[in-house]
């Protein structure tokens, strides 16, 4: 057989069977059965977005610890029509968690951080109240990472566009503009998992008192830039070259959120903008030889 014609044979086998393995995944979605004696109502990921007001997302399968395929779905506002790439950036919410975490650990790794050192012990602008949970036992940057530091805080809302941005240390203290309660210890350090944004903020200072570089910077330097995650990014506010590629908020109603997105100063536990698939969609190895 023609090498050429063989080649463009294994191409469209390949297409064919990536078509297949996304149409599986379109529509995998158990049948809904409203009533005894009525046929099964069949989901599919289209239906699931009309159903819940989602005006785009974006999906990337992994298969062999490598993306098989990735695409996106609808626009990237509700009313509008660009349509959402395997480049548009989505907030990642608490998945920002994880991922500072592997800053920590490099600092960790590096000998800048010790994971069972008291955080007072390196944190220069700012300071975990001392009370009677921590008079024996501290926080530590393994307790914050594991969410057993007794800290409080459990979630952010984040700052529409047009409201005035606390600094870190203002919302760790609660003092406005910060608009959650404190972050302080009213557990003893150690004894109980309760999950806290607000250790994973702390963590964040730790990290810029250490390296005396903006969070933004060091995630991009220390893990971004290695790992080729080009579009990732803890910048808050989004700065312009990347706004045009970020997807608008979207309330449970359908209403797009004031601003398109809230702004995260506490970009370790919230701050993240990414995509599933880091700009490496369609790495279809049509090169390989027959």
């Not at 023609?2 to 049948?31: C, H, L, M, T």
């Not at 060091?218 to 990347?242: C, G, W, Y």
């Not at 702004?263 to 279809?284: C, D, F, H, K, V």
Request: no cysteine.
């Amino acid at each position: 057989m023609n090498a050429k014609v063989y080649s463009a044979q294994s191409r469209g086998e390949i297409i064919a069977k990536r078509a297949e393995r996304i149409r599986r995944v379109e529509n995998a979605f158990a049948p809904i059965f409203l009533a005894k004696n009525e046929p099964p109502f069949q989901l599919t990921l289209q239906k699931l977005m009309e159903l819940y007001r989602v005006p785009g997302l974006s999906v990337a399968v992994i298969g062999n610890f490598k993306i098989a395929w990735a695409k996106g779905y609808g626009v990237t506002e509700a009313g509008a029509t660009t349509p959402v790439t395997t480049h548009t950036l989505f907030q990642a919410g608490s998945i920002s968690k994880p991922v500072a975490a592997v800053g920590a650990l490099y600092l960790v790794e590096h000998e800048k951080l010790l994971l069972d050192e008291d955080v007072n012990e390196k944190l220069k602008s700012w300071k975990v109240p001392e009370n009677g949970y921590t008079k024996e036992n501290k926080v530590t940057l393994r307790r914050i990472l594991s969410h057993n530091a007794g800290l409080t805080v459990h979630f952010f809302p984040g700052y529409a566009a047009d409201e005035a941005i606390p600094t870190l240390v203002q919302i760790l203290n609660g003092e406005r503009p910060a608009n959650t309660a404190p972050v302080r210890v009213d557990l003893v350090p150690g004894t109980k998992w309760r999950y806290s944004g607000g250790g994973t903020i702390i963590a964040q200072q730790l990290m810029i008192d250490v390296t005396g570089v903006p969070f933004p910077q060091f995630m991009r330097e220390i893990v971004f830039d290695k790992i080729a995650m080009k579009d990732s990014t803890f910048e808050q506010p989004l700065p312009e070259a990347r706004a045009v590629w970020a997807a608008s908020g979207t309330y449970g109603d359908g209403r797009v959120v004031r601003g398109k997105w809230h702004i995260y100063p506490e970009m370790a536990a919230g701050g993240l903008w990414t995509t599933p698939s880091q700009g490496r969609a369609n790495q279809i190895a049509f090169s390989r030889k027959p």
